[in-house]
């Protein structure tokens, strides 16, 4: 007769491996329960019915996210196959931006708000000036105070999840180094400018003048002719990239010589009359 020992089925159970990205491999090892301690071999594989792996696989992005087929033999128990997902999912970027600022010099600024640094490497960067339109892979730039505003960005990267949000690209004005310089001639009957001479004007600044420190109301500067017309001038200098500058100086007119003219007839008659010259 015969004294026989049939194979056993194994209750062979398998989870879910994941993560979420770090960089590091994950195992795929299906945390298999129910695997029989002693004499049991377990293979893997990338596809149904091929177990060519004698260990288990690893995967480190998330496009290596796949189905891991495994088997579990053992002489005393009949074969158990199934299949478990692994899966590396996507990262949330926690870095933000850096808003760009300097003071105008007359030279571009990149508003890229050092995202290229400040970002996962591989990273797809795109930028934009409309909250939700990202058209641009070159950062823009900015050249003027007035063209200062909030820059959109949008990063992708394969392992991360979408990143959007702004940042400030900022031209601050600089400030104006205008000096004026005092008016002044002889009295002779002709106007005086009081212009002051300015120096340090900008190119694009506008110059206004006022008699009263504090206003300045003429877009010309003012004239003067006689000697009881001197006085300060003020002035103030504005322009879209500066500050302003303000300042006055003095426009005068001085008193001058009298001059004596006489013709000949007029020595002669008071020669001849006992006057004198002194």
């Given at each position: 007769?015969?004294?026989?020992?049939?194979?056993?089925?194994?209750?062979?159970?398998a989870?879910?491996?994941?993560?979420?990205?770090?960089?590091?491999?994950?195992?795929?090892?299906g945390?298999?329960?129910?695997?029989?301690s002693?004499?049991?071999?377990?293979?893997y594989?990338?596809?149904?019915?091929?177990?060519?792996?004698?260990?288990?696989p690893?995967?480190?992005?998330?496009?290596?996210?796949?189905?891991?087929?495994?088997?579990v033999?053992?002489p005393?128990y009949?074969?158990?196959?199934?299949?478990?997902?692994?899966t590396?999912?996507?990262?949330?970027?926690?870095?933000t931006?850096?808003?760009?600022?300097?003071?105008?010099?007359?030279?571009?600024?990149?508003c890229?708000?050092?995202?290229s640094?400040?970002m996962?490497?591989?990273?797809?960067?795109k930028y934009?000036?409309?909250?939700?339109?990202y058209?641009?892979?070159?950062?823009?730039?900015?050249t003027?105070?007035?063209?200062?505003?909030?820059?959109?960005?949008?990063?992708?990267?394969?392992?991360?999840?979408?990143?959007?949000?702004?940042?400030?690209?900022?031209?601050?004005?600089?400030?104006?180094?205008?000096?004026?310089?005092?008016?002044?001639?002889?009295?002779?009957?002709?106007?005086?400018?009081?212009?002051?001479?300015?120096?340090g004007?900008?190119?694009?600044?506008?110059?206004?003048?006022?008699?009263?420190?504090?206003?300045?109301?003429?877009?010309?500067?003012?004239?003067?002719?006689?000697?009881?017309?001197?006085?300060n001038?003020?002035?103030?200098?504005?322009?879209?990239?500066y500050?302003?500058?303000?300042?006055?100086?003095?426009?005068?007119?001085?008193?001058?010589?009298?001059?004596?003219?006489l013709?000949?007839?007029?020595?002669e008659?008071?020669?001849?009359y006992?006057?004198?010259?002194?």
């Open positions: 007769f015969k004294c026989t020992i049939t194979k056993a089925n194994m209750n062979v159970t989870t879910a491996d994941s993560k979420t990205y770090n960089g590091s491999a994950l195992t795929c090892d945390n298999l329960s129910g695997v029989p002693s004499g049991s071999t377990i293979k594989g990338l596809s149904e019915g091929s177990y060519t792996l004698n260990s288990a690893t995967i480190t992005n998330v496009a290596d996210s796949d189905t891991i087929y495994y088997q033999t053992n005393n009949n074969d158990a196959t199934g299949s478990f997902t692994c590396i999912n996507r990262a949330t970027i926690t870095d931006p850096a808003d760009n600022t300097k003071t105008y010099d007359g030279t571009a600024l990149t890229d708000g050092s995202l640094t400040r996962p490497s591989g990273s797809t960067i934009g000036t409309t909250n939700g339109s058209t641009s892979t070159s950062a823009p730039k900015i003027n105070v007035a063209e200062s505003k909030t820059i959109y960005y949008q990063v992708e990267h394969a392992n991360y999840n979408t990143k959007t949000g702004s940042f400030k690209c900022t031209i601050t004005k600089a400030n104006m180094n205008v000096t004026a310089t005092a008016d002044s001639q002889t009295y002779n009957g002709s106007l005086l400018t009081c212009d002051g001479n300015l120096s004007v900008p190119n694009g600044s506008d110059i206004n003048y006022g008699t009263n420190d504090g206003s300045y109301t003429l877009d010309s500067a003012p004239t003067i002719k006689n000697v009881a017309e001197s006085k001038v003020y002035y103030q200098v504005t322009n879209p990239n500050n302003d500058a303000t300042g006055s100086f003095a426009c005068t007119i001085t008193k001058a010589e009298p001059t004596l003219k013709d000949a007839d007029s020595i008659l008071h020669r001849q006992g006057g004198s010259y002194t």
